[in-house]
């Protein structure tokens, strides 16, 4: 019996995941100028050409890198239908707190987008935080609890898009110097969204 080792070939889904989390990691630990295509070829045992088949351009693979993050935040962050959002709020947070920490590097790369010098990126970017406001303004216009305690739409949105700024900026933070615990971030964050709405 031979002991060579047999490896599994990874399906092109598998495969693509795989890049992209290379690419996180790059993308989380250097500047989008400074990362090289070749790097996550290496790092990812393929060849370049193999990761051109997947992705044509750097531009294209840092888009899907930010469309990726963006899209695991949507799906965890969505609201429960007929549940009044403050009583979703602390564990939503909660969960998308668990996000933050368990895949910092994605989190991170996605943040670094809007810096990217890229506009095709950075367009992706911002329709990836268009896409989490208006998830949250449907949760709450979906509240009948909430609907006679909200501000005019145009404040509202406005409110909702500071607090999104305040959460990254809080995250961010917290990833480099966790001084509170998750408990305490959360309960910073869900307190500064229910006072902007209050307000």
């Known amino acids: 019996m031979s002991g060579e080792r047999t490896r599994r070939r990874l399906s092109t889904q598998e495969r693509r995941e795989q890049l992209l989390s290379v690419g996180a990691k790059l993308f989380a630990e250097d500047p989008y100028g400074d990362v090289w295509i ?16 997947y ?9 899907a890198v930010v469309q990726r993050e963006s899209a695991r935040m949507l799906r965890l962050t969505a609201a429960v239908p007929g549940v009044p959002v403050r009583e979703q709020l602390g564990a939503g947070l909660d969960t998308f707190l668990e996000y933050v920490a368990t895949h910092a590097q994605g ?3 996605f943040h670094r987008a809007e810096s990217a010098g890229d506009p095709a990126v950075r367009t992706v970017y911002r329709e990836g935080l268009a896409a989490h406001e208006e998830q949250i303004l449907a949760a709450l216009a979906a509240d009948p609890r909430m609907a006679d305690r909200l501000p005019e739409p145009a404040a509202l949105r406005l409110a909702v898009r500071g607090w999104l700024a305040f959460l990254v900026a809080v995250c961010l933070d917290w990833l480099d110097a966790p001084e509170l615990s998750r408990a305490q971030v959360r309960d910073l964050c869900a307190r500064a969204l229910l006072g902007a709405l209050d307000a």
């Open 38 to 53: 070749e790097q996550v070829a290496e790092i990812a045992g393929v060849s370049r050409g193999l990761l051109y088949h």
């Open 55 to 63: 992705f044509p351009t750097k531009r294209d693979f840092f888009a």
């Open 107 to 109: 989190f991170r790369a």
